[in-house]
């Protein structure tokens, strides 16, 4: 059973603040790693993906990967109410002889920036 | 490209009906993923596809559902007869080696509504 676990939330930050967003998964094959954001009534889009141990940073967002821990998070500095949202981590889990295959998916956490 | 395209993007039925919600993946792309969304369950894998071949159906629910990619340009799922309990967000999704390291892009989604 391959899991990902995420805070549901909701995760409330004021206009500004870094918003730490968190993910555990338990596949320990697991290669790749992804933060898709979702707006209420709208469908997930991709916003960052990380391979490696260490950070990865985007912009106002940075992923930091430890495969060791089976950790990864996503971290938004000066959030923005536009970054209000559900933030749904995905865990790859690779097809025999393929880099690609299904995504696990977390249950997401719902973010609030307040102005 | 104009993305992943999912027709309808509302559906209301009544129970007992056939159901068909369809979707056309991006050009190029070889994987194509079927999800659904729902508040208690978050995002389900129902069925994905590699090259037009399913892959892995273990999450279409029971008989009631189907699906097929007949090419690599169209897909469809089928809910014959629809339930009130299979209300829900449909996602389609398509993956490639383009697609942002492997992540996918998904549909608008097709929003159930069986009464």
């Known amino acids: 059973q391959k899991e990902v676990e995420q805070n549901s939330g909701p995760l409330s930050v004021p206009e500004g603040a870094i918003a730490s967003l968190n993910c555990t998964y338990s596949d320990r094959g697991s290669q790749s790693f992804f933060w898709y954001r979702q707006y209420s009534g709208k469908s997930p889009e991709l916003i960052m993906f990380?391979?490696?141990?260490g950070d990865k940073e985007d912009g106002r967002f940075t992923a930091q990967l430890n495969k060791a821990s089976q950790y990864v998070s996503l971290l938004i500095r000066d959030s923005q109410p536009s970054d209000s949202a559900t933030y749904l981590c995905?865990?790859?889990?690779?097809?025999?002889?393929?880099?690609?295959?299904?995504?696990?998916f977390g249950r997401g956490t719902q973010l609030t920036v307040w102005p | 490209d104009a993305g992943v395209i999912q027709s309808p993007r509302h559906e209301v039925t009544e129970m007992g009906q056939e159901v068909t919600l369809r979707c056309k993946p991006i050009?190029?792309?070889?994987?194509l993923f079927w999800y659904r969304q729902t508040m208690m369950r978050g995002l389900e894998l129902l069925i994905y596809?590699?090259?037009?071949?399913?892959?892995?159906d273990s999450g279409m629910p029971e008989d009631r559902f189907s699906a097929k990619m007949p090419n690599a340009s169209f897909s469809t799922l089928k809910i014959q007869p629809s339930e009130p309990r299979d209300s829900a967000v449909y996602f389609c999704a398509s993956s490639g080696y383009d697609s942002g390291g492997y992540g996918y892009t998904f549909g608008s989604g097709t929003r159930l509504t069986v009464v």
């Open positions: 990380i391979y490696s141990n």
């Open positions: 596809f590699n090259n037009n071949v399913p892959i892995d």
């Open positions: 995905a865990v790859n889990n690779p097809d025999r002889g393929s880099t690609l295959g299904r995504l696990y």
């Open positions: 050009s190029g792309h070889d994987y």
